[in-house]
Nanobody, 124 residues
Framework: QVQLVESGGGLVQPGGSLNLSCTTSGFTLAYYAVGWFRQAPGKEREAVSCFRSSDKTILYDDSVKGRFTVSRDDAKNTAYLTMNDLKPEDTAIYFC?????????????????WGQGTQVTVSS
């Protein structure tokens, strides 16, 4: 069964850090691009990090650039989102998503499978 499971969310003070994990099963993560998204209460889901296939570049939204970093350990079939200097406006449910490297997409933020999300709350 194909699954993506996010973990690592929680409550953190402004300026703090969290490391989210996206643990996958049922497929080989090495063949897939990974993206991260978030959805704050009352807002639409927005992209935190996407992937540009043409040159294999990880893209970051301007709001998180320099603070968030995407990484992956394909041997563990796990991707990570390291979040530093967190701000209250980072509060949201965070989702990981995947798409097969071989699929041509119209947009760098197009992904085909999603996890259930993990809550991140930044508050003092």
């Amino acid at each position: 069964q194909v699954q993506l499971v996010e973990s690592g969310g929680g409550l953190v003070q402004p300026g703090g850090s969290l490391n989210l994990s996206c643990t996958t099963s049922g497929f080989t993560l090495a063949y897939y691009a990974v993206g991260w998204f978030r959805q704050a209460p009352g807002k639409e889901r927005e992209a935190v990090s996407c992937f540009r296939s043409s040159d294999k570049t990880i893209l970051y939204d301007d709001s998180v650039k320099g603070r968030f970093t995407v990484s992956r350990d394909d041997a563990k079939n796990t991707a990570y989102l390291t979040m530093n200097d967190l701000k209250p406006e980072d509060t949201a449910i965070y989702f990981c998503a995947i798409r097969f490297f071989g699929v041509v997409v119209d947009r760098d933020c197009d992904f085909h499978m999603w996890g259930q999300g993990t809550q991140v709350t930044v508050s003092s």
